[in-house]
């Protein structure tokens, strides 16, 4: 009966929501206190006022003022967002800021993760029907827009860290404006449709470019906290930063005051190095001395040692965080009082070899390293040492060049096709690439099957659309299946991605080609590439072998690790990554062509080769593996420009091969 049940149901809420209560109330004040200290939390009122009477809104702050945890929860409490009005989505240009993020806030209005506070990205999705304050990659968000045009689920989107000017952050500016100009005009005419709210997030002095963009958009600036930071530069340039970093960490802990510090470092594998060298010269500290923890941050890092960043230090401890560029500006640590910087960064950026999305060991630019030197500053005075000179860093960029400036265009145009957008030349972007090279990207894409001839994406495009590599590269991988060679050309496009896997010191060179020789492949270097690799796997990597063979080990390991996320990207793609031709050598070449049949030349009767497309003559690299050769055609990945036209990654074909390569756009009558 009815008060059985009721009776039952009350004594389970005694049992479990009872003590929880106060719990939760005491929590609920602890967060809300330290909430109210954060530098934003004085705009409150303003921030909201603003993104009420505006539609598109930019706030500029400092590093840890407090936006990108707390304009969310503003927009929340002042019931701007509900299920019925849709959430709010936060873009991160990083999937470890994002998830870290999430849990942050999920903390703070002391919910579960996952309920009203969730994340999305790559693999990993927190989030349900209740989530109304989202964290996600940009990335996920240009997905999001392929089932979901006009991004119903939300009422505001949050472009976050705009400084960083990603390529995917740049495609969102341009897509999420003409979003919400859509909603807008729907609205007019009497549709049931809730405006879009944009809010534009930025760490660095830009504000007026972005507001200039959303059509004037307001602009606001919180006020940070930044005491002074003395800033010291090295006198001599440091030969190499790891030791350099090193003998500062110890300089600071054994000459300084209390305070943390912070390492700014290029990537994981400096990260664990330096760990394990903190650690060993730590245990030789004498015994009064305070003890050194440190503790790495990374993109890759587990996220349950994540967490011990923003542990404070145990008793008479310091810590010494090392960090990625995460620390720059997306994710703010306390109790920092010193920074070394060590002037470098890992950029993501596309691989101009073969187009491939990896990271890339840069300078910072002027502004990284005004960002880096703030973390000392955010709660008492600080130190920043950089680990270069004064005349270095005078050299360096003033700011990151934005990806969209950088990068390979046809894969972006592939990508703004794939998200919908028509007509990429006129698309709205912030800082538009010449129209020339937008022309030249969609010719490729056309010629590689992409795109039809009215420019729309053809389910080849699609399926090439999720590759992370140049549209080139992604046909020959997915045409592989076809031509039966998939492992053969995977391996081959990872070993492509690096500068060369040889090592050719200039006073052993004929030494060096001699003892090579071996390896050489009659078709040329791709087939090289891969007896290389087979030898290179026979003896398991062996040094004294890549030694004694002039093998260059660390680039071999380094496009392994290309392959694996190869392997790993055919997998999620259902491509059987691990089909082999075995010997028949000539389907991987004839595989190579439908990518790169417009990178051939064919044999004159004065023996030189004059290129298919260009009527161009170009001339073979010395360090190929076709130097010198005589045959009917020759297929190349690159061709770089000195004093010649020289092609390297060059093979032999035959032009017979072509029209099958590329029926659409060879036929008889062109060869
Ligand atoms: P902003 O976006 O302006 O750089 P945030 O909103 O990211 O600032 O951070 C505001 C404050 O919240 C930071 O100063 C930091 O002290 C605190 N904070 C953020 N993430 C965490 C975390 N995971 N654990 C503890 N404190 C955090
Ligand atoms: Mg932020």
């Avoid at 790891?242 to 912070?262: C, E, R, W, Y």
């Avoid at 903190?278 to 923890?293: C, F, P, S, T, W």
């Avoid at 542990?311 to 090392?322: C, G, Q, S, Y």
């Avoid at 080769?609 to 009917?632: C, D, L």
């Amino acid at each position: 009966s009815k008060s059985q049940i009721k009776e039952r149901s009350f004594h389970k809420k005694q049992k479990v929501d009872k003590p929880n209560r106060a719990h939760v109330k005491a929590k609920r004040k602890e967060m809300l206190d330290f909430r109210k200290q954060l530098p934003i939390y004085s705009g409150r009122d303003a921030i909201i006022k603003a993104i009420q009477d505006n539609p598109s809104v930019i706030v500029m702050g400092e590093t840890g003022s407090g936006k990108t945890t707390q304009i969310p929860q503003f927009i929340k409490e002042a019931g701007m967002i509900s299920d019925t009005l849709g959430g709010v989505a936060i873009t991160q240009p990083r999937r470890v800021a994002a998830v870290n993020l999430a849990k942050r806030v999920a903390e703070e209005t002391v919910t579960k993760l996952g309920g009203q506070v969730g994340y999305t990205v790559r693999f990993d999705d927190t989030s349900s029907s209740h989530t109304i304050i989202k964290y996600l990659t940009d990335g996920m968000l240009l997905r999001e827009i392929l089932s979901d045009e006009l991004l119903l689920r939300y009422k505001v989107i949050v472009l976050d860290e705009a400084h960083e000017r990603t390529l995917r952050t740049d495609m969102l500016f341009g897509m999420v404006k003409n979003i919400q100009k859509i909603r807008h005009e729907k609205l007019q005419k009497g549709e049931d449709i809730q405006e879009l709210k944009i809010v534009v997030m930025s760490a660095t002095l830009d504000a007026e470019k972005f507001s200039e963009f959303f059509d004037g958009a307001k602009i606001l600036y919180v006020s940070g906290r930044l005491h002074p930071v003395d800033t010291y530069f090295t006198n001599e340039p440091q030969a190499d930063y790891l030791d350099a970093t090193l003998v500062s960490i110890f300089q600071i802990h054994t000459k300084n005051p209390h305070g943390d510090i912070l390492v700014f470092l290029p990537g994981q594998e400096a990260i664990e190095t330096l760990t394990g060298l903190v650690n060993d010269y730590a245990k030789q500290l004498k015994g009064k001395q305070q003890r050194l923890l440190p503790c790495p941050l990374f993109a890759a890092l587990p996220p349950s040692q994540q967490q011990t960043v923003f542990n404070p230090a145990p008793k008479n401890t310091r810590k010494v965080i090392l960090a990625t560029n995460i620390a720059e500006t997306s994710i703010t640590i306390p109790g920092i009082k010193y920074v070394v910087d060590c002037g470098l960064a890992k950029m993501r950026g596309f691989n101009p070899k073969i187009g491939v999305e990896s990271l890339l060991l840069h300078p910072i630019s002027k502004s990284s390293a005004w960002q880096r030197t703030g973390r000392a500053g955010r709660e008492r005075a600080g130190v920043c040492y950089r680990l270069y000179t004064e005349d270095t860093f005078r050299d360096l960029e003033d700011d990151t060049i934005p990806e969209i400036r950088r990068c390979n265009l046809s894969a972006a145009v592939l990508s703004l096709k794939a998200s919908g957008i028509e007509n990429v030349l006129e698309f709205d972007y912030m800082d538009r690439p010449s129209r020339i090279s937008l022309v030249r990207a969609l010719e490729e894409l056309y010629a590689l099957g992409a795109i039809d001839d009215t420019g729309k994406l053809s389910p080849l495009g699609r399926k090439m659309s999720e590759f992370p590599l140049d549209p080139a590269f992604s046909k020959v991988l997915i045409q592989s299946v076809d031509y039966g060679c998939t492992l053969e050309v995977i391996a081959i496009i990872s070993l492509l991605s690096v500068d060369t896997i040889f090592f050719t010191p200039s006073d052993k060179r004929d030494q060096a080609a001699e003892v090579r020789r071996k390896f050489l492949h009659p078709d040329g270097d791709h087939l090289t590439l891969l007896n290389v690799l087979k030898g290179y796997w026979e003896v398991k990597g062996d040094i004294e072998w890549c030694k004694e063979n002039f093998i260059n080990i660390r680039n071999v390991k380094i496009a392994l690790e290309v392959r694996e996320q190869l392997v790993r990207f055919c997998e999620r793609l259902d491509i059987p990554s691990q089909t082999t031709c075995g010997t028949e050598t000539e389907s991987v070449l004839k595989c190579f062509l439908t990518g790169f049949f417009q990178n051939t030349a064919l044999l004159q009767p004065d023996g030189s080769y004059k290129t298919v497309t260009g009527n161009q003559i170009v001339k073979i690299h010395p360090g190929s593996a076709m130097f010198g050769k005589r045959v009917e055609g020759i297929m190349y990945n690159e061709l770089v420009f000195t004093t010649k036209h020289y092609v390297r990654g060059v093979s032999a074909i035959q032009a017979a091969w072509l029209p099958q390569a590329a029926p659409k756009y060879f036929n008889n009558k062109t060869l």
